[in-house]
């Protein structure tokens, strides 16, 4: 679908004749000045969010879970009769949550290992009636990256030695959980597994 995108002759053109905007606070005000058609802005906002998105992702994890958002909107962008005042008012519902992502990642002073970490825990105990110490819970998350960060390296998860490693300082964070939130056995392995699976998916920031 993205190299689709890429290959739209019609986007592309619009694309090649429209200034460019930086993503950053002052974004949205930026092309409002700087487009004062839809379809212009809807463009931008597609190929904005799809390269922060789905492109640069891999950089930052903490936004996968827009994801499938994002790929709906190029889907939408597919169509052959397109609704671009419905395409720019999704895309801003996008943006609005990567600007409260964000938002709430400065407020908790975690890098983006750390939060996407967090957001895996917090998404897993959503469920719980029990609640949790979040300073406590975010201590237990810094030490996990901190102890990580002392061993772990390019392509370290092809080591058995490491890997188990990894294992012992993610078990030891999950036990805690366990204790704390009452989990089962089967809670208590399924969110081992994810976030040594989000550990492995951020390889480059440990590297």
């Known amino acids: 679908t993205v190299k689709f995108i890429h290959q739209s002759t019609e986007v592309k053109n619009i694309n090649d004749k429209m200034p460019y905007i930086d993503f950053d606070e002052d974004y949205l005000n930026n092309l409002h000045e700087k487009l004062r058609d839809r379809k212009e802005q809807a463009a931008n906002i597609l190929f904005t969010l799809n390269k922060f998105v789905l492109v640069d992702k891999n950089k930052n994890p903490v936004y996968e879970s827009l994801v499938q958002k994002v790929?709906?909107?190029?889907?939408?962008?597919?169509?052959?009769?397109?609704?671009?005042d419905r395409i720019y008012a999704e895309g801003l519902k996008i943006i609005s949550l990567i600007t409260d992502i964000s938002k709430r990642q400065k407020k908790l002073e975690l890098n983006?290992?750390?939060?996407?970490?967090?957001?895996?825990?917090?998404?897993?105990?959503?469920?719980?009636?029990?609640?949790?110490?979040?300073?406590?819970?975010?201590?237990?998350?810094?030490?996990?990256?901190?102890?990580?960060?002392?061993?772990?390296?390019?392509?370290?998860?092809?080591?058995i030695t490491e890997v188990k490693k990894a294992e012992r300082q993610v078990r030891k964070l999950v036990r805690n959980l366990k204790v704390n939130y009452s989990l089962s056995i089967a809670e208590m392995n399924k969110l081992f597994d994810k976030i040594m699976e989000q550990i492995k998916y951020n390889e480059r920031n440990f590297s």
């Open 112 to 159: 983006n290992v750390e939060y996407s970490i967090f957001l895996i825990i917090e998404g897993s105990l959503a469920g719980s009636n029990i609640e949790f110490s979040r300073k406590e819970l975010l201590a237990d998350i810094r030490e996990l990256n901190k102890n990580l960060q002392s061993f772990l390296f390019n392509g370290w998860y092809n080591q």
């Open 71 to 84: 790929e709906r909107l190029l889907k939408l962008w597919s169509e052959k009769t397109k609704n671009y």
